[in-house]
């Protein structure tokens, strides 16, 4: 099956690392959030367990146990900054059987949530 994946850009009156800053608090209070980069204009981060997504099943697992990537991109502007969230499922190998719609919902909460964040 083909990767999910949600993604917006919108525009906030902050500088871009703390823009970024507020988007990385957000994903530390709601899932298991390991950065991987973490800079004024791009934060990475990985969320959920491969573990829990194998051995329990996705379609029994929380949302937040969910494997994702979520990248946001910051660049400035001449009012604050530009940010572009993009969340995309990080299963890997292996059908998204039963577990596809709780994905896209969980996909669109972090975008919606890290756009409330960083506005």
Known sequence: MATLSRSATFVT????ADAVERCRAWLA???SAEVVTHEPG????????QIKLRLIGG???APTSLPVRTIV??????TGSELTVTAT???GFGP????KKKYERWLEEIVSGLR???V
């Open 29 to 31: 209070q709601r899932a």
């Open 89 to 91: 499922d990080s299963v």
């Open 59 to 61: 379609a029994f697992v």
């Open 116 to 118: 409330a964040a960083g």
């Open 96 to 99: 998204k059987t039963g577990m």
């Open 42 to 49: 791009h934060l990475e981060v990985v969320s959920g367990s």
């Open 13 to 16: 009156s902050d500088p871009p």
């Open 73 to 78: 991109d910051a660049t400035a502007t001449t």
